[in-house]
T-cell receptor, first 115, second 109 residues
Framework: DVKVTQSSRYLVKRTGEKVFLECVQD?????MFWYRQDPGLGLRLIYF???????EKGDIPEGYSVSREKKERFSLILESASTNQTSMYLC??????????????FGDGTRLSIL | GEDVEQSLFLSVREGDSSVINCTYT??????LYWYKQEPGAGLQLLTY?????DMKQDQRLTVLLNKKDKHLSLRIADTQTGDSAIYFC?????????FGAGTTVTVRA
């Protein structure tokens, strides 16, 4: 079974702090994704990566950056946290290459509160 | 996601069938997915259907796809209390998935 692990289930930070959310997958997947989930809005894609050191903006990248130095790890960075970034953050991974349309597998999520 | 629409709530009696509906807009989508999210958890892939199919059955789950109308449905037979969750429909678009807002299914005794 694919395992996608997010480092924290709950996190509380202060406005203006730099925040790191970490995600690790163990299935050698090429593609990794960061979403945020808000009630009534479903999941919105922040950033994704289709290879090491590669990244693409999703639908709502403002206020975020990402890092993919190793294939198994994809980090989401809030450069200067703001209260409107309080949300549930979900990481996912999928096969790439010829498996471009492979299903995405999700971690359990990090519920982030910015005070 | 604005390109994928689903109703927000569904209430069903235990033992009845549940039907969750979804409409999507991207006719080039090759796969369509159903995910389940239980309280406090991430998304679990339930099933998916290739766009050249019109039906897929997997135990209590039946997926119907009407490609002409861009309509997808998920039927859960003999709904149980453990089926209470949020269900997300998603369509693929290159590397990315576009998700609906999710349908909250409540199973009542």
């Amino acid at each position: 079974d694919v395992k996608v692990t997010q480092s924290s289930r709950y996190l509380v930070k202060r406005t203006g702090e730099k925040v790191f959310l970490e995600c690790v997958q163990d299935m050698d997947h090429e593609n990794m994704f960061w979403y945020r989930q808000d009630p009534g809005l479903g999941l919105r894609l922040i950033y994704f990566s289709y290879d090491v050191k590669m990244k693409e903006k999703g639908d709502i990248p403002e206020g975020y950056s990402v890092s993919r130095e190793k294939k198994e790890r994809f980090s989401l960075i809030l450069e200067s946290a703001s209260t409107n970034q309080t949300s549930m953050y979900l990481c996912a991974s999928s096969l790439g290459g010829q498996g471009i349309n492979q299903p995405q597998h999700f971690g359990d999520g990090t519920r982030l509160s910015i005070l | 996601g604005e390109d994928v629409e689903q109703s927000l709530f569904l209430s069903v009696r235990e033992g009845d069938s549940s039907v969750i509906n979804c409409t999507y807009t991207d006719s080039s989508s090759t796969y369509l997915y159903w995910y389940k999210q239980e309280p406090g958890a991430g998304l679990q892939l339930l099933t998916y259907i290739f766009s050249n199919m019109d039906m897929k059955q997997d135990q209590r789950l039946t997926v119907l796809l009407n490609k002409k109308d861009k309509h997808l449905s998920l039927r859960i037979a003999d709904t149980q209390t453990g089926d209470s969750a949020i269900y997300f429909c998603a369509e693929n678009n290159d590397y990315k998935l576009s998700f609906g807002a999710g349908t909250t299914v409540t199973v009542r005794a």
